[in-house]
């Protein structure tokens, strides 16, 4: 497993590795399950940037770890690795799928659906096989420092997530279209009115029936 051959860059013995490898996978798990509770406890956007900004810190702080020659930062490094893992599925790993599902029209939710997994697949291909040149001692060599490549993409994804992801926790998709259509900025997606309530959202909703009416 790729988390293994990190940790073995790291510094540790292969046993050990081994078996820490074996504990990101189990946290990975793990937060997928405390997923289940956390996607309906909490609004949409507030876990989606609080994943963010805390896989980005740790991002950063394993690169900063990397540079520090010492028994204890080579530790720190693997624990805040296997931390990021538990994170990224309890936040940001499960809420994509939810927000994927809940902000793609309607009509055209099939084809955002597919053109989403298409995307994360193509990536998928292109970080897998470029990250071991990134870490590997006899190619780029960056080790731990790879955390300031991501930890900087992660950045602007951060970035990009406070002005792009809006809150949608029990809202229809009725009143998600309804939003888009109105052009309802995203931080106030918790603020906006809720059911057929408001002049805004019937106006903009009889708006929209009548544009997708017009495409049919």
């Not at 309802?184 to 959202?201: I, K, Q, T």
Request: positive net charge.
């Amino acid at each position: 497993m790729p988390s293994t051959y990190f940790f073995k860059l790291a510094g540790l013995a292969t046993a050990n590795a081994f078996n820490l490898g074996v504990a990101v996978t189990a946290c990975g798990v793990f937060g997928n399950i405390c997923s289940w509770f956390v996607i309906n406890s909490y609004g949409r956007r507030k876990v989606f940037l609080l994943g963010m900004v805390s896989l980005t810190t740790i991002l950063l702080i394993i690169g900063i770890m990397d540079v520090i020659p010492t028994g204890a930062a080579k530790w720190v490094q693997v624990a805040f690795t296997v931390i990021y893992t538990f994170i990224y599925f309890l936040t940001i790993g499960a809420m994509a799928f939810a927000i994927l599902g809940e902000t793609s029209s309607s009509t055209l939710r099939a084809k955002t659906s597919a053109l989403a997994t298409a995307t994360q697949a193509i990536f998928g291909i292109v970080m897998n096989t470029a990250i071991p040149y990134m870490v590997n001692p006899n190619e780029a060599n960056l080790k731990g420092k790879v955390g300031f490549v991501f930890g900087g993409l992660a950045l602007i994804g951060t970035v990009g997530s406070f002005f792009y992801v809006s809150e949608l926790k029990g809202r229809t998709f009725y009143e998600i279209d309804t939003m888009f259509f109105n052009s309802v900025p995203p931080r106030e997606g918790d603020g906006h009115l809720r059911g057929g309530a408001g002049r805004s959202l019937m106006t903009g909703g009889t708006r929209m029936s009548e544009q997708i009416s017009q495409i049919k």
